[in-house]
């Protein structure tokens, strides 16, 4: 007869997604997803199989938290100033209590060009390629721009947002506001 679980997935697969938050998914080891979840190396195992197994479950998770941001910056139709909101909501639900600063998804992609692990780098490329094409789609609003100017400035608000994922980690709130308005100046 299986043993019972002494713990929930949800509950776990959230401490794990505070330290990949944290740390990246390079220095996360298995040792310190062991301690921080509270459950053995086979209980991890066997319930996620790897470590790429609780990062996916861990993005997953990551993905439900944004998934109201998200879901505002997709339907909204004012375009540059939807994604102006969008870097505000960003900053704001790494500001909440309990989050991390900065994002998972950033510091991730940002390590990307040096995992080894495929499917993660490409989890990585798809979330930002999704990222890109909402931009691109705001920007398009405005029938102004030509098809290369909104490639460009989409180009520019993908760099842009990583550089706002890094600054939220450690820049006072007055700078980050400093940073975005300045950002959309001259989109």
């Not at 910056?73 to 870097?87: A, L």
């Amino acid at each position: 007869m299986p043993r019972k679980k002494e713990y929930t997935e949800e509950e776990v697969i959230e401490k794990a997604m505070r330290l990949f938050w944290r740390n990246g998914f390079e220095s996360t080891s298995m040792q310190m997803l062991e301690k921080e979840m509270g459950i053995n190396k086979f209980s991890i195992y066997s319930s996620f199989g790897n470590k790429q197994g609780v990062f996916t479950a861990s993005l997953k998770c990551y993905k439900d938290k944004l998934d109201g941001i998200f879901k505002k910056f997709r339907e909204s139709s004012n375009g540059v100033e939807d994604i102006k909101t969008f870097f505000y909501d960003s900053v704001e639900i790494s500001n909440r209590p309990g989050n991390e600063k900065g994002c998972l998804v950033t510091s991730t992609y940002n390590e990307s060009h040096r995992l080894e692990d495929q499917t993660i780098k490409k989890d990585m490329q798809a979330f930002m390629e999704i990222l890109r094409n909402l931009f691109i789609q705001k920007l398009s609003m405005d029938k102004s721009k030509t098809e290369e100017e909104v490639l460009k400035q989409a180009n520019f608000l993908l760099l842009a947002k990583h550089g706002l994922a890094a600054a939220s980690r450690v820049n006072t709130a007055q700078e980050i506001e400093d940073y975005i308005e300045l950002t959309f100046r001259n989109i």
